[in-house]
């Protein structure tokens, strides 16, 4: 599947897997369609021979991103198979020294 198929040219999901900044942020309501833009977005960086290293998909759960990381397989990009989304918390979590767990006394 390309990233494009089924896409209507002026829609919103369209818009931001199309676009040519280097990051984006969407800002939008449950069930708006921010994983189903995203997931475009990914296919179209990896079609276009973006590394999957460089590639950081981010969403709030780690249900949506399991299911990411599962529609992206699905769509036989190359290298998404090399992808993991992540959680905004686990990355903050990781992101910060001061999260470690404390020594046990």
């Keep these: 599947m390309s990233w494009n198929d089924g896409l209507e040219v002026s829609s919103v999901a369209c818009q931001i ?5 280097k990051n984006i942020k969407v ?4 069930g708006t369609g921010k994983s189903f833009a ?9 079609e276009d021979g973006v590394l999957p290293e460089e ?5 709030f759960t ?3 991103a399991g299911d990411l990381d599962a ?7 190359p ?6 989304a992540q959680t905004l918390i686990l990355l903050l979590f990781l992101a910060n020294p001061l999260t ?6």
């Excluded at 590639?55 to 969403?59: C, D, F, K, N, W």
């Excluded at 290298?79 to 993991?84: N, S």
Aim: hydrophobic residues 45%; without cysteine; positive net charge.
């Design 17 to 21: 897997a199309s676009s040519s900044e």
């Design 27 to 30: 800002l939008a309501g449950p």
């Design 38 to 46: 995203m997931k475009r977005r990914v296919a179209r960086l990896l």
């Design 55 to 59: 590639i950081l998909a981010v969403t």
């Design 62 to 64: 780690r249900v949506a």
């Design 71 to 77: 529609e992206l397989r699905a769509t036989g990009v």
């Design 79 to 84: 290298g998404a198979e090399q992808l993991e």
């Design 100 to 105: 470690s767990p404390a020594p046990s006394l």
